[in-house]
């Protein structure tokens, strides 16, 4: 029961010009590639063998590298891809849409919440919008490949959205400039599917 690296919907090609091809053929076919083949390893044989991976990070022994960096990135960037499209952008409307107006005041609002909390993370991580139980959301960040379903990250709720700020996910297009990689993903965000995943998680 080992983990398959996830197929995109879109071709490498199809979140052009904000998210370069080459980027993302490395991005997916080595780096993604690489946590899941190693997650795959390193619970090989163990009791986590055969758990979902929302188990298996909610659960986790924070002292467990392999699995935490792994696991973590095998998840994340599994969310990374399916909440993107090449039809992307826009703003969400529906419970999602009031739900970031109620936290962040308006859509901008949250948008500067996002993309300050994507810039001023240091070093590799992520940023996150996640929605707790009830259904309020919140942004936040984690280093590394961490993430809010694991103990004590101190970034809580299921995470709806993510945007990956390791610089093997905008170097090649963007060198030094994290801003402009931050502000393009706004054009690429699957909002449809950001919404599919708040109402299955709030
Ligand atoms: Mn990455």
């Known amino acids: 029961m080992a983990f398959d690296l996830p197929q995109l919907s879109y071709a490498y090609d199809a979140l052009e010009p904000h998210i370069d091809a080459r980027t993302m053929e490395i991005h997916h076919s080595k780096h993604h590639n690489g946590y899941t083949t190693k997650l795959n390893g390193a619970i090989e044989g163990t009791d986590l063998e055969g758990k979902s991976i929302e188990t298996i990070l909610t659960e986790l022994d924070m002292a467990n590298g392999a699995v ?32 970031i107006t109620e936290a962040y005041g308006s ?15 240091f070093g590799s991580g ?55 990689y931050i502000n393009a993903f706004f054009n690429v965000i699957d909002w449809s599917k950001v919404a599919e995943n708040y109402e299955a998680n709030k």
């Open 68 to 99: 935490r960096n792994n696991g973590g990135g095998f998840f994340n960037h599994s969310l990374f891809w399916e909440t993107m499209s090449p039809n992307g952008g826009g703003i969400p409307t529906g419970a999602l849409g009031d739900a």
């Open 107 to 121: 859509f901008e609002g949250f948008k500067d919440a996002f993309a300050n909390a994507a810039a001023t993370r």
């Open 126 to 180: 992520w940023a996150w919008l996640c929605v707790h139980k009830g259904g309020k959301i919140e942004v936040c960040s984690t280093p590394n490949q961490d993430n809010p379903l694991m103990p004590g990250v101190g970034c809580g709720g299921y995470p709806i959205l993510g945007l990956d700020v390791w610089e093997h996910a905008y170097y090649l297009n963007y060198q030094n400039r994290r801003p402009d």
